[in-house]
T-cell receptor, first 109, second 114 residues
Framework: GEDVEQSLFLSVREGDSSVINCTYT??????LYWYKQEPGAGLQLLTY?????DMKQDQRLTVLLNKKDKHLSLRIADTQTGDSAIYFC?????????FGKGTMLLVSP | DVKVTQSSRYLVKRTGEKVFLECVQD?????MFWYRQDPGLGLRLIYF???????EKGDIPEGYSVSREKKERFSLILESASTNQTSMYLC?????????????FGSGTQLSVL
C-alpha cells in the first residue's frame, strides 16, 4: 500500500521561511494534501495539489511537487508564531487518504 | 462551512465498558471516516463508510465496530474498552468523488480507558 514519510520536527525563527518535506510511494496518487493541526484540535485542510501540477501558491503557502521523485514540499513564507502546529502530508489512494506521521513546526519569537 | 461535530471532547471510561463515540456532519457528505491518532504513529484509519448502512474496514478495525443508520451520523463503538484504546479519535467526512478526498475533520475526542 501507499507509504507517506515526513520528518517529525522543524524549528524556525519568526519571520524565516519554513519548508516541510514529504515523500510518498504510490505514483498513481492523483491529489496530494497538506493539513494543519493546532493543539487540541482536529485537522484542517490547508491546501492541495493535483498530480499534473508542479507548483501551487496560496498567499504565504507554496506547494512544490516533484512527481518523478515522489516528493512534496510545503513552504511557509514569513513564518509566524501562529503557524506553530503539526503539519500532515496526505496522498490520495484507491478509496481513502494515507497520512504521514506529521511534522511538528515550532516557531520561536 | 462544513461542520463535523463529535459529541464529546474528553471521555474517561473503565476497562470492559462499551463505549460509543458519535459524529455528525451537516453538509450531506456521503463519506465518513474514523481515525485514531497516537504520538509517533500519526493517523490510522479504523473504519469508513460510503453510504448509509455501508461500512468498510480500515487499517486497524480490531476491537471496534461502527454504525451508520443515517447519512449525517457515523458512530464508532468500542465493544469492550481496553487500555490500549486510549487515544485521540478523529471523525471526518468528504464528498463522494473518484479521486479527490478532501476530508473535513471534527475536533476530536480524547478517550482515556482506565
Amino acid at each position: 500500500g501507499e507509504d507517506v514519510e515526513q520528518s517529525l520536527f522543524l524549528s524556525v525563527r519568526e519571520g524565516d521561511s519554513s519548508v516541510i518535506n514529504c515523500t510518498y510511494t504510490d505514483s498513481s496518487s492523483t491529489y496530494l494534501y497538506w493539513y494543519k493541526q493546532e493543539p487540541g484540535a482536529g485537522l484542517q485542510l490547508l491546501t492541495y495539489i493535483f498530480s499534473n501540477m508542479d507548483m501551487k501558491q496560496d498567499q504565504r503557502l507554496t506547494v512544490l511537487l516533484n512527481k518523478k521523485d515522489k516528493h512534496l514540499s510545503l513552504r511557509i513564507a514569513d513564518t509566524q508564531t501562529g503557524d506553530s502546529a503539526i503539519y500532515f502530508c496526505a496522498a490520495s489512494g484507491y478509496s481513502t487518504l494515507t497520512f504521514g506521521k506529521g511534522t511538528m513546526l515550532l516557531v520561536s519569537p | 462551512d462544513v461542520k463535523v461535530t463529535q459529541s464529546s471532547r474528553y471521555l474517561v471510561k473503565r476497562t470492559g465498558e462499551k463505549v460509543f463515540l458519535e459524529c455528525v456532519q451537516d453538509m450531506d457528505h456521503e463519506n465518513m471516516f474514523w481515525y485514531r491518532q497516537d504520538p509517533g504513529l500519526g493517523l490510522r484509519l479504523i473504519y469508513f463508510s460510503y453510504d448509509v448502512k455501508m461500512k468498510e474496514k480500515g487499517d486497524i478495525p480490531e476491537g471496534y465496530s461502527v454504525s451508520r443508520e443515517k447519512k449525517e451520523r457515523f458512530s464508532l463503538i468500542l465493544e469492550s474498552a481496553s487500555t490500549n484504546q486510549t487515544s485521540m479519535y478523529l471523525c471526518a467526512s468528504s464528498i463522494q468523488t473518484v479521486t479527490n478526498e478532501k476530508l473535513f475533520f471534527g475536533s476530536g475526542t480524547q478517550l482515556s480507558v482506565l
